[in-house]
């Protein structure tokens, strides 16, 4: 979740949502009454004797309700709108906004509470990428935050002409080699909590190969872009990439945490828990120290089980315990949800297998 304009005095909260995380953030902070703002579109119909159509436009809503998408990674909020374009009359009548990641929604004349608060801080907290993109021509470094882009260092590459092959080529080794080099120096320095690098063609790869073989301590992510330079590393921004890098955190995390909780649960089975009603009496003891949770079952289709889920989700996150939601493509969700969609580590020691051990059955 990135906040990208705040102003608490008159409670406007501009977000852009990054991941399915942050619709869950924003499912449990949104209430009945809330004034919501974004991109939209609505079926109109221009003048009489018109054929309808689908336009986007952005709308104001006061909301009513607000549930998940069933099996999709949307979030659903349904409200009647207060603020549009007056040419299609959409003023005070009823509309649903599909919220998905890679949106911006506008919270409006939003009070927010403790919980609330704890919410946004957690989920929105201060994130440093080092953002490296190159070309032939040069190469610029800059720290990517909340606040915005921090240009490093920006220089030429000050290659030589193709008339020796050989040259040529030892040059762009050379070059190569600076940028690795300078790449691991400022990400350590700065304390990155990831990389970014980008170019045209094949030197992101090249440079992304040799800052693996040189033990580079940081996720790293590679994309591509039309230019070197500040202007590529711009062009990195605009594209996400550096939400993508902490899309793959959350989940680095969460695979490693799976991990742990199946050598545990062979090894030390009372300090796991595992499905639905065991993982609730957990969080309810205040057992939890980690909880990992299917997207499958935070998007059920039912909507007592969904709403089942969330409160435990609440629950524990109330109570401290670090919340994992694990998506659809990520590589531990089949094995997750074998598990019944949701697992626990727990802080101290709980007897609900009776020191069994192994996979579920």
Known sequence: MKLVELDKKK??????????DDLWVLRNILKPGDLVEALTTRE????????????????????????FQPFTDRLRIKGVVVEGPEDFGVVGKHHTLSVKPGDTVI?????????DIKLLEEFSGKRRILAVALDYDEVCYALVTEQGIKVLREYS???????????????????????????????????????VVGSPGFL???????????????????????????????????????????????????VKYFEEFKKALSQDPDSVAYGLDTVAQ???????????????????????????????????????AEVY?????????PELDGFGGIIALLRFKLSFYQGSAGEPG
């Open 11 to 20: 409670g406007i909260y501009k977000i852009i949502i990054e991941d399915e």
């Open 44 to 67: 109109v119909k221009p003048g009489e004797g018109g054929s309808s159509r689908r336009l986007p436009m952005a709308l104001r809503i006061r909301v009513k309700e607000v549930e």
């Open 107 to 115: 919270l409006v004349e939003k009070e927010l509470s403790g919980f």
């Open 157 to 195: 590459a000050s290659l030589p002409g193709k008339g020796s092959i050989e040259d040529y080529e030892e040059a762009v080794e050379k070059y190569i080699e600076e940028v690795v080099e300078n790449t691991i120096e400022l990400a350590r320095s700065l304390r990155a909590e990831g990389v």
């Open 204 to 254: 992101k790869d090249r440079v992304q190969s040799l800052l693996r073989s040189r033990g580079l301590e940081k996720p790293l992510y590679a994309d591509s872009v039309a230019y070197g330079g500040c202007k590529g590393v711009e062009e990195l921004v605009r594209r996400g990439s550096e939400r993508e890098l902490f899309r793959e955190l959350r989940i680095i995390s969460a």
């Open 282 to 320: 957990a969080v309810r003891l205040n057992a939890v120290r980690v909880l990992l949770v299917s997207s499958s079952l935070v998007w059920s289709s039912s909507e007592s089980e969904s709403r089942a889920i969330n409160e435990i989700i609440v629950e524990a996150f109330e109570k401290g």
């Open 325 to 333: 939601i694990v998506p659809e493509d990520a590589s531990i969700r």
